[in-house]
């Protein structure tokens, strides 16, 4: 089945500081993957679709100078949190989408296990 | 505004029994409508998915129930076991390629021994 990769899977660092998180999917080819953020005890927030080779579209209330989204790739899409702050602490999620392959040719969205960023 | 409302909050089920999980919707251009497991410190795995053109799907003990004329969609997990106590995500989405999952806000189930 399709296998999303998510890393790191803990990142501390210090208040100012980027924070580089790589999603990746490892056997199959995304032109679109999603990153959602998730607090605890809560749902996951759709913060941006990343389309490889173009710019990432970004959800309203996200600020994509603080959050960089890259695509370079079919099979990797990278989250900076730019300038991070106690506040960007939180469990970051990505997803790709195997579009066509699920039964009966079903979109079926993969999410890696994500990434706990703690900033002090 | 909520385009993914889930009931209940949290749910307490004995081994055995059936947990029943709520969601309604609002767009009606969704047209794919996911479950999704999630335990602490995980990404959410897909457990479940329906179209809007059957009523109902059922996999092993997970059931997904569709009412599109209400916009509701549940899920009904039978002979509920301790091993299901997870987050569960009720999601919809336009199905066509490119389309972001919009989740409710999930359901804690808590199967007791």
């Known amino acids: 089945g399709a296998v999303v990769s998510q890393h790191p899977s803990r990142v501390i660092c210090k208040s100012g500081t980027s924070v580089k998180i790589e999603c990746r999917s490892l056997d199959f080819q995304a032109t679109t993957m999603f990153w959602y953020r998730q607090f605890p005890k809560q749902s996951l927030m759709l913060m941006a679709t990343s389309n490889e080779g173009s710019k990432a579209t970004y959800e309203q209330g996200v600020e994509k100078d603080k959050f960089l989204i890259n695509h370079a790739s079919l099979t990797l899409s990278t989250l900076t949190v730019t300038s991070a702050h106690p506040e960007d602490s939180s469990f970051y999620i990505c997803?790709?989408?195997?579009f066509g392959q699920g039964k009966g040719g079903a979109n079926v969205l993969t999410f890696g296990a994500g990434s706990r960023l703690t900033v002090l | 505004q909520q385009q993914v409302k889930q009931s209940p909050q949290s749910l307490i089920v004995q081994k055995g029994g059936i947990s029943i999980i709520n969601c309604a919707y609002e767009?009606?251009?969704?047209?794919?409508f996911p479950w999704y497991q999630q335990f602490p410190g995980k990404g959410p795995a897909l457990l479940i998915a329906i179209r809007p053109d059957v009523s109902e799907k059922k996999e092993g003990r997970f059931t997904i129930s569709f009412n599109k004329s209400a916009k509701q969609f549940s899920l009904h997990i039978m002979d509920s076991q301790p091993g299901d106590s997870a987050t569960y995500f009720c999601a919809a989405s336009k199905g066509q390629a490119g389309t972001a999952l919009i989740f409710g806000k999930g359901t804690t189930l808590s199967v007791s021994s």
């Open positions: 997803s790709a989408g195997n």
């Open positions: 767009n009606t251009a969704f047209d794919y």
